[in-house]
C-alpha cells in the first residue's frame, strides 16, 4: 500500500499547514506538476459527484508520473457522512464513502499517496478506521480556554511555527504573543508572518507589542500597561490608537474601562497577595505561587491571580507594586465613576477616558 495521511481536527489553519507540509514531504510540484491532483468541495458538484471523481483518479494508472499524490482538501462534508449508520441506509454518498474506504486498505494504492483534510471526520467515520489501519492519522484540536494548561498546548503550536520559520523570541515575547491570540491558534501563521516580514528571524518583545494587537483585548491589554507602567503620555497614544482601530471610537470606550476595573482589581488583588506572603517582589510571589512552595492560601481560593501563569502573576505584581493599595482603592473607585457617566452624560467618551488615564496615572 502507499503513503496514506488523514489530517482532520477542529483547528482548520493548523489541518491545512499540516496538510501542506505532508504534500511538500511526497512531492516537488515545480519539477513535477502532473504529480498532485488537488480535490477541494465544488459548488457545482454534489459531494458524491466529487468523491466519484477521487475513486476514478485511484484507479485510473498514471501515464505521466510515477509518483502520484491525490490531496483531497478541506472536505468538509466528511465531518457530516461517511458514519456507520450512514453507510447502512445505502445513501449515494455512504456508498461512495464506503468504496473509498475499501480502496484505501486494498492494493490499488500501492503506487499512490493519498491525503485527506478536512474538520470533524471522527473514530466513527469508516475512512477514518481505514485511514488508521493503511496508514496515519494526525488530529489538530484547539486548546480548550478553560484548561487550565491552554497556554501550553498555544506555546507549543506557536514555537513549531517559529521552527518552520527558523525565528526565536524571548519567553517574555512568547508569553505577550500567547495572550494576544488567546486559544486562536489559527492566528497565528499571520502573526508570525508579520513578525517576520517587520523584524526578521529574531524580532523583540518591544516588535511584538507593537506588531501583535490584532484583536480587541489585545489592543485594551496594551493600554492596562501604559497604567502598570504609570506613563500618561503612552496612554494617550493608546487611547488614540484605539480610536483609530475600531469602527465605532465612542463605543470602545465603555469596553476599555470595564476592561481597566478587571485590571485594577488585578493588581489589587496581587497587592494582596504579596503583602500576605511577605513578598518584596515580583519574581518571588510567581515563584511562591507557581513552584508549589507550602504556603497558606486560606481566605484567597478565589483571587484570580492564582490561576494565572508565572509570567503574568510576575507582571501583574510588578505593575501593583507601581501603586500603594490606598492608591488601587481609589483608583477602581474613580472607574466606577466614569463608568457611570459614559452611560449617563453626553460629555466626549474619549475625554472622559484621558481624564480618568490622568487622574489615576498622575495620582500622587
Excluded at 447502512?88 to 455512504?94: E, I, M, Q, S, V
Excluded at 480556554?145 to 507549543?156: G, L, M, P, Q, S
Excluded at 487611547?239 to 475600531?246: F, G, K, R
Amino acid at each position: 500500500m502507499g503513503n496514506v495521511y488523514l489530517v482532520s481536527g477542529d483547528d482548520g489553519s493548523a489541518i491545512e499547514i499540516e496538510a501542506k507540509k505532508i504534500i511538500d514531504r511526497l512531492v516537488d510540484v515545480e519539477s513535477d506538476p502532473l504529480s498532485l491532483e488537488m480535490i477541494r468541495e465544488d459548488d457545482e458538484k454534489s459531494p458524491e459527484l466529487i468523491l466519484d471523481d477521487i475513486i476514478v483518479l485511484i484507479k485510473t494508472p498514471s501515464f505521466f508520473s510515477s509518483n502520484r499524490v491525490i490531496w483531497l482538501s478541506n472536505i468538509l462534508f466528511l465531518a457530516a457522512a461517511g458514519k456507520e449508520s450512514a453507510i447502512k441506509k445505502r445513501d449515494p454518498l455512504g456508498l461512495a464513502i464506503e468504496q473509498i474506504a475499501e480502496l484505501i486498505e486494498s492494493d490499488c494504492l500501492s503506487d499512490i499517496s493519498l491525503v485527506i483534510s478536512g474538520l470533524g471526520i471522527d473514530a466513527k467515520n469508516v475512512l477514518y478506521k481505514s485511514c488508521e489501519k493503511a496508514g496515519k492519522i494526525l488530529i489538530f484540536k484547539k486548546p480548550e480556554i478553560a484548561k487550565k494548561a491552554w497556554r501550553k498546548d498555544v506555546e507549543a503550536v506557536l514555537n513549531d511555527r517559529l521552527k518552520e520559520h527558523e525565528m526565536t523570541l524571548s519567553k517574555e515575547a512568547v508569553d505577550y504573543l500567547i495572550e494576544c491570540i488567546g486559544v486562536d491558534t489559527g492566528r497565528i501563521a499571520n502573526e508570525i508572518e508579520k513578525l517576520y516580514c517587520f523584524a526578521g528571524n529574531s524580532p523583540s518583545y518591544n516588535d511584538v507589542r507593537s506588531i501583535c494587537l490584532g484583536n480587541r483585548e489585545a489592543v485594551f491589554y496594551a493600554l492596562a500597561n501604559t497604567f502598570g507602567d504609570r506613563n500618561a503620555e503612552d496612554a494617550f497614544n493608546t487611547i488614540q490608537q484605539l480610536m483609530n482601530h475600531t469602527k465605532d471610537p465612542e463605543g470602545s470606550v465603555l469596553g476599555q474601562v470595564r476592561f481597566l476595573a478587571r485590571y485594577f482589581i488585578e493588581l489589587l488583588q496581587a497587592k494582596l497577595l504579596m503583602a500576605h506572603l511577605r513578598c518584596k517582589n515580583a519574581s518571588t510571589l510567581a515563584s511562591m505561587i507557581q513552584d508549589g512552595h507550602e504556603v497558606n492560601l486560606a481566605g484567597f481560593e478565589g483571587n484570580v491571580i492564582l490561576g494565572k501563569s508565572f509570567w503574568q502573576i510576575k507582571m501583574i505584581a510588578q505593575q501593583a507594586m507601581q501603586y500603594t493599595g490606598q492608591e488601587l482603592i481609589a483608583a477602581i473607585r474613580m472607574i466606577a465613576e466614569v463608568d457611570k457617566m459614559l452611560v449617563s452624560s453626553t460629555l466626549s467618551k474619549k475625554l472622559l477616558l484621558e481624564l480618568l488615564s490622568l487622574r489615576i496615572i498622575k495620582t500622587s
